[in-house]
């Protein structure tokens, strides 16, 4: 069990209002929970202390060289009053895959996810309950060693902040519009594509820019060697069903393995879907789209949840999927992991941790 020091705010915030709708992504709550590392020494004086600036040299190591990593998950509040967090683990296993890549000192599971509650159960009045909404977790690590030279860094900060949200996209469930890029690439095998780390969103900005000028939400990539296999959306894994199967970009070292991608990929075998796991060709994908067995396309992601697709461009190409509808899948699966979550589906996977 992680030590936990903890300092609560003389000054709390007010809570956004219920009649306001909760911009993802514009709100932090009263507390953040941070942690020290250093070589020789290990993880540190943990703490929850009032949300406040980080004070860091200007040569800290992660300003110039982004040695840096971060998580993202969600609390619910369950219509019995219980706060819900959903496959916390699953979070804390991908962080320590990332730091590994990175050179980033491990944290054990049990105290990233210690962590976690710990804050959450301060700040716990923040959890929001209009429908669509949540409090967002967002941990990250940061390299401060003050020091200009290419080395991993021998001091860290682990921080977690909250934020109470809405939907990722302004859309809601209503389906967007996505650009496949044909210019940049996001990531390559051996990269850090699987990483989550800042490094793999930058990159994906210039495209970013791109898409929404010409009034799309986010890029879809291709594979960065040949540019021709179908990858993951800017702030989502990506699915299909195409002539009545599950097909999904397999996890192949440049793609971020979702935790929301696995819980949908587990439902759907469990549904009695067939699932592939496999390369998809961009033109593998139009043509299911001409002769109609393209039937739905949806993103999945902790942020997103389920976005369903509405319509995909490459290059001049522009196809629209079910009638620019939500499918009957994207919504089911939307329904279920929305009612996990919420603790008003009974959760037979033990997925649901509550935070006592
Ligand atoms: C998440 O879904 O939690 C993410 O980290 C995506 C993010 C870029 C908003």
Known sequence: ??????????????????????????????????????????????????????????????????????????????DDGR??????????????????????????????????????KVDEAWIPTNPGTSLYIRPFIIATDPFLGVRPSDTYQFIIILSPVGPYYKEGLNP???????????????????AKTGGNYVASMASQVKAHDAGYSQVLWLDGVHRKYIEEVGAMNILFKINGK???????????PGVTRDSVLH???????????????????????KSGALEEV????????????????????????NGGKIGELSQKLYDTITG???GRIKDEYGWSVEVK
């Open 83 to 120: 706060v819900l967090l959903f496959r916390p683990d699953m979070n804390a296993k991908r962080a320590i895959n990332t730091n590994r890549r990175l050179c980033i000192p491990e944290i054990p599971v049990e105290d990233f996810v210690d962590a976690v509650k710990a804050l959450v």
């Open 267 to 289: 439902l759907c075998r469990e549904w009695g879907y067939e699932v592939e796991e496999r390369l998809i060709a961009v033109d593998e994908l139009y043509d299911a789209a």
């Open 1 to 78: 069990m992680l030590d936990i020091r903890i300092e609560k705010t003389t000054t709390p915030k007010e809570l956004p209002s219920k009649d306001n709708p909760l911009v993802f992504g514009t709100i932090f709550t009263d507390h953040m929970f941070i942690m020290n590392y250093e070589t020789g020494k290990g993880w540190h004086d943990a703490r929850i202390v009032p949300y406040q600036p980080i004070v860091l040299e200007p040569s800290a190591m992660v300003f110039h060289y982004g040695q840096e990593m971060f998580e993202g998950l969600k609390a619910y509040r369950s």
């Open 340 to 342: 996990i979550q919420l």
């Open 298 to 321: 949806f993103g999945s992601g902790t942020a997103a949840v389920i976005s369903p697709v509405g319509e995909l461009r490459f290059e001049d190409q522009v196809i629209q999927i």
């Open 246 to 256: 599950v097909v999904t970009p397999k996890l192949n070292g440049s793609i971020l």
């Open 176 to 194: 967007v519009k996505i650009w496949i890029e044909d210019d940049y690439v996001r990531a390559v095998k051996g990269g850090i594509g699987e």
